[in-house]
């Protein structure tokens, strides 16, 4: 039986795709708006949450793209009708993953310091970062647990569950920033931004709790280590290294940009770390419709339905369209109190809402960038989404960046170097897909 391509269908996975995906960001807003009103030094804990926050993000979407390759692999297996087959491959991805994640963490715990002085942070915003990352990233083999136990759950055609975690994480962030970092009186001392990191840290936990139970009860992916070795595991470590690489490019542009803010100053990293956490936001809350495109299309071609996958990749196109012109429209109407949720300091307002329009006008080239990523994501597409992001990051986003910096266009050079990047990011897919599918098409 052939898969639905409809509204009902795609929406199905893209509702609740979009409420979990968003939540992800969410978490890093409410650090950053109940950061930057800290009565104590609030600008240089924004820088630091800033700082730290992009770093954080670099490492868990490196390591985080195991999510993807296993939701490819399943998806392709359930829409072939061999899911049985790959019974023992969750388990040993999951270990896998988090047997590198726990490398990587204890690496970095010993070069904290140097780690951000390479980031230009200096004084009292080096020690704010020092002591955000040294609590925060003890959350990181949690978080790439259950962004694996996420890409099972999307690999059998379900987003619901996923969502349940996200909202789950992120109620009890913004509950947990409230309670550590503003403290109770007679329960809990203020802890300011050291409080942010224990929230966002507790959250996790919780989270990865709850995935771990309802994968448990809610489907018969086992989580016992059984050997021999999946065929399909080096597969999976092929597909994932490519993301890796390609996750290593996309940062290199992410914390270079939050490196070349830190550069110009406080009120530039507090304004660029109140953009990046829009722009992020406003992506994840598009690329719910690339997760539908990630999930329905590795089944779609597991079923070979190339029909089916070009109508699925225009439809989700035009949805997700439809979804960043109504963020368009809220954005400009809500222009100047977005900013003022995030911090009062008037020098970093000015600078924000300065360059603010130029993530609003980018919306629709990240819709088309973001939608057929998460297509190519679930069509195992991994080499050429590497490929696209080097060029995009080594030939659009670089010289983009350093142009800016030459001529001194400030905090707008930045931001048009991510335009720059992710036109070229969007316009690769296009290309690709249409040159790849369309002679397979029975009804061109």
Known sequence: MKTSVNFKAINKL???????????????????????????????????????????????????QTRSAISAIISQYLGAGKLAEVKTLPAQAIFLNIGLSVLILLSTVFVIRDIFELLNASGKILEYCISYYAIRVWGFPLTLFVFAVMGIFRGLQNTYWPMVIAITGAVLNVIFDFAFVYGIEGFIDPMFLEGAAWASLLAQAVMAILAFYLLWTKTDISLKLRLPIHPELGRLVVMSLNLFVRAIALNTAIVLAAREATALGGQFIGAHTIAINLWLFSAFFIDGYGAAGNIMGGRLLGERNYDGLWTLAKKIIKYGLWVSVLIMGLASMFYRPLGSLFTNETLVLTTFYSIFYIIILGLPINTVAFVLDGVF????????????????????????????????????????????????????????????????????
């Open 14 to 64: 893209a509702i609740p795709a979009t409420i979990a995906g968003i939540a992800e960001p969410l978490l890093s807003i409410t650090d950053t708006a109940i950061v930057g009103n800290i009565p104590v030094d609030g600008l240089e804990s924004l820088a630091a949450a800033g700082i730290v926050g992009s770093f954080l993000s670099a490492l868990i979407w490196i390591l985080g």
């Open 377 to 444: 994501k679930g069509l195992g597409e991994m080499k050429y989404l590497r490929n696209t992001l080097l060029v995009a990051t080594f030939l659009g986003f670089l010289p983009m960046l350093f142009l800016g910096k030459y001529l001194n266009w400030g905090l707008t050079g930045i931001w048009l170097a991510f335009t720059v990047w992710m036109l070229i990011r969007g316009g690769a897919l296009v290309w690709k897909f249409r040159n790849k599918f369309k002679p397979l098409l029975q009804n061109p």
